[in-house]
């Protein structure tokens, strides 16, 4: 399954430019990231796509209203990845292949994953002890990206974390990682999206 749409979002006028276009530049910020070879565009009704994709289609919920207020033309086809964006707190962040290779340093066979967007409670505590009582290690992952107001910094999840890994684990059996991506809000269908992100 893919439950969440992962798309480029262009005005009308910007999708019209690069169309027909074997390859086009990918920017942020002024720094080329990759490149996209743009082989379709569509649209689609984003009111009714919003109340599959988030159980809602009012434009008050936070993911509903940034879903629905971008250009109205996607954008489809391979991309490349040519640098890495770094944010505040990319230094958190480990790759795939990074964690993969601490994994294997470490002896790990077997790996739980514990993903969240909150500051650490009682309950994340209690379930990250009961399943390092059953695997060889843990993988904590809060995702630290864009959120809802009223939502926890990155800097107080960070902290909390620290202060638990630190403090209150072994630290030869946590490894430590943040993902960088922004909260969509759409219930069970994103916590699927989670953990396919965080298997792979």
Known sequence: PFPLPVTLDLTPEVASRIKG??????????????????????????????KKIFGTNDTNHPGVGYFCSGGGVFVGGPVSLSKRVMFEYSKEERTP?????????RG?????GFQTRNVPHRAH???QRVGLEHVDGLFVQPLVGRKKKGDYTPAAILA?????????????????????????????????????????
Do not use: K
């Open 160 to 200: 909390g974390y620290r202060a638990l890994n630190e403090q209150f684990y072994r630290t030869d059996r946590v490894v430590f990682g943040i993902l960088s991506t922004w909260m969509r809000y759409a219930g069970p269908r994103e916590a699927v999206f989670h953990a396919i992100i965080r298997r792979n």
């Open 21 to 50: 276009q074997s390859t086009v530049t990918l920017v942020f910020e002024g720094d080329e990231i990759g490149s996209l070879s743009p082989e379709s565009q569509f649209t689609c009704d984003r009111v009714a796509a919003s």
């Open 108 to 112: 790990w066979n077997r790996i739980v």
């Open 97 to 105: 292949a990074e964690t993969r290779s601490l994994f294997a340093e």
């Open 125 to 127: 505590e209690y379930l």
